[in-house]
């Protein structure tokens, strides 16, 4: 069974930073695309950064110079640093991963539990 465990979130003045760790976990599997979503009170859950199996990155206007994701192929785990954190960063970060499985050769989309980044002024 695949599973996706996020850890690394907390709360952190404006101005401070976190990182975020997803790490992947099941059997005859290999991650394709990993991302970060969060979703803020009251807002519906939007992309924050990107990162394919090559390594190459996309990220939301909003954080373009503050946060940057990475992974860690042989670990199956993904992070996002996040730097410079400001209040609207406050939401529940999410984890996504394209997960290819090779028992029936179908990728399939997992989310992680979600993990709260509150950000105080």
């Known amino acids: 069974q695949v599973q996706l465990v996020e850890s690394g979130g907390g709360l952190v003045q404006a101005g401070g930073s976190l990182r975020l760790s997803c790490a992947a976990s099941?059997?005859?599997?290999?991650?394709?695309?990993m991302d970060w979503y969060r979703q803020a009170p009251g807002k519906q859950r939007e992309l924050v950064a990107a990162i394919t199996s090559g390594g190459s990155t996309n990220y939301a206007d909003s954080v373009k110079g503050r946060f940057t994701i990475s992974r860690d192929n042989a670990k199956n785990t993904v992070y996002l640093q996040m730097n410079s954190l400001k209040p609207e960063d406050t939401a529940v970060y999410y984890c996504?991963?394209?997960?290819?499985?090779?028992?029936?050769?179908?990728?399939?989309?997992?989310w992680g539990q979600g993990t709260q980044v509150t950000v105080s002024s």
């Open positions: 099941g059997s005859s599997i290999s991650i394709r695309d």
């Open positions: 996504n991963a394209q997960i290819l499985s090779y028992r029936d050769y179908v990728t399939r989309a997992y």
